[in-house]
T-cell receptor
Framework: GQQVMQIPQYQHVQEGEDFTTYCNSSTTLSNIQWYKQRPGGHPVFLIQLVKSGEVKKQKRLTFQFGEAKKNSSLHITATQTTDVGTYFCAGANDYKLSFGAGTTVTVRA | ETGVTQTPRHLVMGMTNKKSLKCEQHLGHNAMYWYKQSAKKPLELMFVYSLEERVENNSVPSRFSPECPNSSHLFLHLHTLQPEDSALYLC????????????FGPGTRLTVL
């Protein structure tokens, strides 16, 4: 079955630094989605990427979909304390959405 | 956010109890989902309802029984649970295809004693 792997599992970042989380699928995806879950909260949709090689930006967040549509990355620049939480990628294939295990981000002030 | 609501928000139950979790979506979506989120584990998809029909059941034990009476409401009936079933149970909704973005409810934090 479809598997979505996400690394790293944990990311400890100094405030102001950049970091990247990566997502890899065992199968070609129709689209990939990213969600953020704040501590004690629920996953909230951030963005969807559909096209091969697509890059989208949301302020300090840059999302990329690989050329083969099997991998994706989320890059955050100048990390702030508001960035804490767990970031999930979710790969869509046919009608099914498979979530990665998430990258949990903590920020050192 | 009030698009997807879940009740109760917290539930403590014994292994012999019967309880139900309720989910309601106000977004006009026609697909609804139950997920289980345990500590240090990925989101586990439990059930999918599309156009009020169950389209997926991911090998979930029979002590979990879903019900979808209409496109706006989803229930998860719980019976004879085990302590390892303690987790956050999340409901989500989307337009009919799971490939569309999903909107999650706040979840029910379940503790089985």
């Amino acid at each position: 079955g479809q598997q979505v792997m996400q690394i790293p599992q944990y990311q400890h970042v100094q405030e102001g630094e950049d970091f990247t989380t990566y997502c890899n699928s065992s199968t070609t995806l129709s689209n990939i989605q990213w969600y953020k879950q704040r501590p004690g909260g629920h996953p909230v949709f951030l963005i969807q990427l559909v096209k091969s090689g697509e890059v989208k930006k949301q302020k300090r967040l840059t999302f990329q979909f690989g050329e083969a549509k099997k991998n994706s990355s989320l890059h955050i620049t100048a990390t702030q304390t508001t960035d804490v939480g767990t970031y999930f990628c979710a790969g869509a294939n046919d009608y099914k959405l498979s979530f990665g295990a998430g990258t949990t981000v903590t920020v050192r002030a | 956010e009030t698009g997807v609501t879940q009740t109760p928000r917290h539930l403590v139950m014994g292994m012999t109890n019967k309880k139900s979790l309720k989910c309601e979506q106000h977004l006009g979506h026609n697909a609804m989902y139950w997920y289980k989120q345990s500590a240090k584990k990925p989101l586990e998809l439990m059930f999918v309802y599309s156009l009020e029909e169950r389209v997926e059941n991911n090998s979930v034990p029979s002590r979990f029984s879903p019900e979808c009476p209409n496109s706006s409401h989803l229930f998860l009936h719980l019976h004879t649970l085990q302590p390892e079933d303690s987790a956050l149970y999340l409901c989500a909704s989307s337009q009919v295809s799971s490939a569309n973005e999903q909107f999650f409810g706040p979840g029910t934090r379940l503790t089985v004693l």
